[in-house]
């Protein structure tokens, strides 16, 4: 069976559990107002965070979790420490499905972000 191809990221949350799509919708909803100039849009299946067509952040759900990518492995590595308890991969980690969201860190992510694309 082929998984849903999603149009929008309201057919993604419209998908997904009403605890998931609330943390779904906070953590791209402060991203939008906190950096106005940043698009979301459906890339790869799932809801990610656009500048200029570059990817600076994507969220998705999963059974037991949600995952969190700034699509660098140097912005994971310089905010390990920040990160805490959340499991980390190289390029993403993983919060709870009912994140009590952290809205200083998921900013200072998106930040470090749009610096490393503005390097680049």
Same mark, same amino acid.
């Given at each position: 069976?082929? =998984? ?5 990221? #309201?057919?993604?949350?419209? *998908?997904?559990?009403? !605890?998931?799509? #609330? !943390? ?7 991203? +939008?107002? #906190? %950096? ?10 799932? =809801? ?8 600076? *952040? ?8 949600? !995952? %969190?990518? =700034?699509?660098? =492995?140097?912005?994971?590595?310089? %905010? ?12 993403? %980690? ?22 490393? +694309?503005?390097?680049?």
């Amino acid at each position: 069976m082929k =998984p849903a191809k999603f149009q929008s990221i #309201e057919d993604y949350l419209a *998908a997904q559990d009403a !605890t998931k799509q #609330e !943390t779904l919708q906070s953590v791209i909803d402060s991203i +939008l107002v #906190e %950096f106005p100039e940043l698009e979301s849009k459906i890339s790869w299946n799932v =809801p990610t965070i656009h500048r200029g067509g570059k990817y600076v *952040a994507g969220v998705c759900a999963y059974k037991n979790h949600l !995952t %969190f990518s =700034p699509w660098s =492995p140097q912005i994971i590595e310089e %905010f390990k420490a920040r990160l805490g308890k959340l499991v980390v991969f190289k390029n993403c %980690f993983q919060i709870p499905v009912d994140w009590t969201m952290d809205h200083e860190l998921l900013h200072d992510l998106v930040r470090a972000r749009l610096a490393e +694309l503005d390097r680049n």
